[in-house]
């Protein structure tokens, strides 16, 4: 989500005469977004500032000038602290407030001194926002969903994004339009809580994520479609039929779920239990047989024992995942678990980590060489690593890389998505060849109308 809101801040600040630059050292303006979802997320952010600390003062002693910001989430929650720890930064600006960034240039220009917006407005700021710059290649982010209400014990989003908004159907459709017509054939839909999303949608009924994504699907040349991130309560029956209905959405699903004992799904305030994840996995692989899942897991969260731990591993066994992400459980400030005294050591985190990070890592592993020997169809993302190769996006999210046709120019072929055959499996990704390779170039090539057909 950061990525997408840094592009709609170079969208804001384009009128002001502002272009997105290589190199910090001789740009007019910094702006780091941050998060600040766990701790080394957000100690990051005073490192940089540190390092940007000589560019600004080498500016200055030339009589120019560098204007730093700091925005996003480390913004919304640490504000004036930023200021006394790095009091060279002109500007801090949360997560809800950067439509107003162009205004706070200026008054920063006028005032000479540091200028803070960390409000919650009432005008959603996607009203003020200009229309969504032309994406930057086949593959487009747009968020439709933002801030959470479920405050789980561990985590800041609550209290940093605020509480959870939907992005009208007819927004969401509208900006989903022009980014295809600018390029985009894969569109990933953005949200804290995304399949929370709930709207009106054009006939007047009440829309959910699987309406949604319906509508979305039936946008010509756009070739696929995914969301991210879920709750496994929100995943109701329709979203979940979607799976099965629709050729566009991909078979790849980010689910957390955090941990497999209900002991420890409480003391989260989660509100659900191990076997409500498990019935979900279940109704979604009978909808989409090829689904491949990730999700996140937390270890050593306060008052997580070995029994505890032992249930997550269990789930992660009896699940299998084609990949997941997994954390050691980072206290933050002003959060419920946070303040109880039931805090894990930090060795006990570490191993505990280091466990699901191998059984995760071995089923990644295993996912990715039963791929091998498969056709399936990628979208073409770029020139790859060396002369002649292709980059690309396989369904279930790794990059892919393959031999280009001969005498094509990569270029001329991003955006395509063509069939190819699975012919290596490496750690984080994957090698294929074109299967039509010997026709003529550029034939068999799915052209910019074809929707994807799901992988065999
Ligand atoms: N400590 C460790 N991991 C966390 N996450 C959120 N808050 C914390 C925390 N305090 C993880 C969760 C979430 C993902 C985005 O980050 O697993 O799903
Ligand atoms: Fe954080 Fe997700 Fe829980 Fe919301 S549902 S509080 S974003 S972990």
């Known amino acids: 989500m950061n990525v997408y809101d840094s592009g709609r801040m170079a969208d804001v600040l384009a009128p002001l005469g502002y272009a997105p630059s290589d190199e910090a050292e001789s740009a007019d303006m910094v702006i780091l977004n941050t998060c600040h979802i766990r701790e080394k997320a957000a100690e990051k952010l005073f490192s940089e500032l540190g390092r940007l600390r000589p560019a ?115 927004a969401v459709l509208a900006e989903a339009r022009r980014l295809v017509a600018a390029g985009a054939r894969e569109i990933a839909l953005l949200g804290q809580n995304v399949n929370a999303w709930h709207g009106e949608g054009p006939d007047g009924s009440p829309w959910g994520l699987g309406r949604l994504l319906r509508a979305l699907a039936a946008i010509p040349g756009l070739a696929r479609l995914r969301y991210t991130t879920s709750h496994p309560r929100d995943m109701d029956d329709d979203l979940i039929a979607a799976h099965g209905e629709l050729p566009q959405l991909m078979p790849f699903l980010h689910l957390p779920v955090q941990s497999g004992s209900d002991r ?27 689904l491949a899942l990730s999700s996140d897991f937390i270890a050593g969260h306060p008052g997580e024992s070995d029994a505890d731990h032992a249930a997550t591993m269990a789930l992660i066994r009896e699940v299998g995942f084609a990949q997941a992400f997994s954390f050691k459980y980072s206290p933050r400030p002003g959060t419920p678990a946070a303040g109880t005294a039931l805090q894990i050591p930090e060795a006990v985190k570490d191993a505990r ?51 280009g046709p001969d005498g094509v120019a990569p270029e001329a072929l991003v955006g395509r998505v063509v069939p190819v055959r699975i012919l290596a499996a490496h750690p984080n990704s994957l090698s294929a060849a074109l299967i039509d390779a010997d026709a003529a170039p550029g034939a068999g090539m799915g052209q910019p109308e074809e929707t994807e057909v799901a992988c065999a």
């Open 264 to 290: 420890m799904l409480r003391a989260m305030n989660r509100g659900h239990a191990a076997a409500d994840f498990l019935r979900i996995v279940e109704k979604l692989r009978a909808a989409r047989p090829d």
């Open 56 to 170: 600004k003062q080498a500016r200055e002693a030339e009589g120019g000038r560098m204007v730093v910001a700091v925005a996003g989430c480390v913004a919304q929650a640490e504000g004036e602290e930023i200021l006394r720890r790095a009091p060279w930064v002109d500007l801090v600006l949360g997560p809800q407030t950067y439509h107003r960034l162009p205004e706070m240039v200026a008054r920063a220009a006028r005032a000479g001194g540091a200028v803070i917006d960390t409000e919650f407005p009432v005008e959603p700021k996607f009203d003020h926002l200009p229309d969504a710059a032309a994406a930057p290649g086949p593959i487009a982010f747009l968020t439709i969903q933002e801030g959470c209400d479920k405050f789980c014990s561990f985590c800041v989003v609550p209290y940093t994004r605020g509480a959870e908004f939907s992005r009208p159907a007819a």
């Open 353 to 403: 980590l280091a466990e699901i990070q191998a059984l995760l890592r071995a089923q990644q592993d295993a996912f990715n060489r039963s791929r091998v020997g498969l056709a399936c169809d990628v979208l073409l993302t770029g020139p790859g690593r060396h002369p002649g190769q292709l980059a690309a996006r396989s369904p279930w999210l790794q990059p892919v890389h393959l031999r």
